[in-house]
């Protein structure tokens, strides 16, 4: 049965290949002082820094540069950018780039009047924002992680070697977001893959829960059908418009909130991948790739009934003659098989993972209690080893 929820999505969306052009309109809406944030060179490589700048220019804004966003964005770099914010007072924080920058820039909207160290308060406690929130826009360059439309943000403290995502309330999600699937064709395909991979594990962390008869499964399962189809398009040619935009509304939808309404949801892909990239700051999507498969194949027996749903529904295995244990299993395999085919990394060897980090990263692991099973610290030992 559904849970009770409330529901509220307040970001405005500008979506196509014309949709920069609507940034003039936006900017029309904030005082003169915009901060513009961004990563390292490539939007200076690929033109879109230019393309935004003569718009910031001809709506008269004044501009406080502030790039350098890492992916993965640190702590010092948030004093860093709070700072910036605060010094000129800035109505507005323009980001420029993938997840790392808009969840970055969130987090500046947040911190930059807090009165307390912002790590503390909304990382290591979590607790609710109680001061000035200075509006976020987004210009998405790189697709998966949803920030465009939700009030996640996720910054890494690498002393601390912790990397925590707080989600924030409808008053800190962007305010508007900019999606043109042709800023996204200049990525890396290590990039590409790694998001589209996030986009599939954020599908799973929320479908692998609850046993009812959820209208969220059915959204999800169209959801990943079309995720699998359009990444085998963009992998064989990355420039195929149609595929790219699928992929980058896919992401959108997939973590904008929707599908998570009236559902536990499950999370432990991403607080494992999470803690892994605290100690190797390795790229987002593929934390999550290598330590699925050991993760989804413990737990399948734990949500049986589900994963034979998710082996005929998404990958279409037969299931005449055959027992649960089997349908759920050649799910799996169909799972790993497109993983493999499209390139993901699937150990964690390769992303710099070493024995004697495993209980560090299994102790800075944050368990979760929505899914099949709650873990205990020997059981994610367990599905690290497994995942080297
Ligand atoms: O630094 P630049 O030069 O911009 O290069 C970036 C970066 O190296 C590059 N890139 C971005 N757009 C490009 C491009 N290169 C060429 N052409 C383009 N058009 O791609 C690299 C990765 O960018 P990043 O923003 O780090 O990737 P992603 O979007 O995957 O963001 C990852 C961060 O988001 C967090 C992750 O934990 C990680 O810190 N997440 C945020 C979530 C949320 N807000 O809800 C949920 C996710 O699960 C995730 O945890
Ligand atoms: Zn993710």
């Known amino acids: 049965m559904l849970g009770n929820f409330q529901y509220c999505n307040p970001t405005k969306l500008y979506f196509g290949e014309q949709s920069l052009t609507f940034l003039k309109e936006e900017l029309q809406k904030y005082g003169p002082k915009v901060q513009l944030s961004y990563g390292r060179d490539s939007i200076k490589k690929n033109g879109i820094y230019d393309q935004v700048m003569e718009l910031l220019k001809e709506a008269g804004k004044t501009v406080f540069e502030d790039p ?93 070697k912790r990397k925590i995502g707080h989600v924030f309330g409808e008053n800190v999600f962007p305010k508007f977001s900019i999606l043109n699937p042709v800023f996204t064709y200049t990525l890396p395909k290590y990039q590409m893959v790694a998001g589209i991979y996030d986009i599939f594990n954020h599908i799973t962390e929320q479908y692998f829960s609850g046993e009812d ?117 050649e799910g799996l395999a169909s799972m790993e098989n497109w993983m493999r085919e499209i390139g993901l990394v699937m150990n964690l060897r390769e992303l710099g993972v070493t024995e004697e980090m495993i209980e560090g990263i299994a102790e800075g692991t944050f368990v979760m209690d929505g899914g099949y099973k709650i873990l205990s610290h020997e059981e994610i030992v367990d599905i690290l080893r497994k995942s080297m």
Request: glycine letters at 8%; one cysteine or more.
């Open 68 to 160: 350098g966003v890492m992916p993965n964005p640190t702590v010092e770099k948030l004093y860093e950018g709070c700072k910036i914010a605060r010094e000129n007072e800035v109505d507005l924080i323009l980001a420029v780039g993938g997840g790392s920058v808009c969840d970055y820039a969130k987090a500046v909207s947040v911190s930059a009047y807090c009165e307390e160290d912002p790590w503390e308060k909304y990382y290591e406690r979590m607790e609710e924002v109680d001061n000035r929130i200075i509006p976020v826009g987004c210009v998405l360059t790189m697709v998966g992680t949803g920030s465009e439309m939700n009030g996640g943000s996720v910054i890494t403290n690498p002393e601390r």
């Open 213 to 329: 008869d959820n209208t969220s499964d059915y959204v999800m399962e169209g959801l990943m059908k079309s995720l699998i189809h359009s990444s085998r398009i963009a992998v064989a040619d990355p420039m195929d418009y149609e595929a790219r935009s699928n992929i980058m509304w896919t992401a959108t939808w997939a973590l904008n909130t929707m599908v998570e309404q009236g559902k536990t949801t499950d999370w432990m892909v991403h607080m494992i991948g999470q803690s892994v990239g605290a100690y190797t700051d390795a790229t987002h999507g593929m934390t999550l790739a290598a330590v699925s498969m050991a993760y989804y194949r413990y737990i399948c027996p734990y949500g049986l009934q589900k994963f034979v749903r998710f082996a005929e529904n998404v990958w279409g295995v037969q299931t005449e003659g055959k027992s649960k244990e089997q349908i759920a299993k």
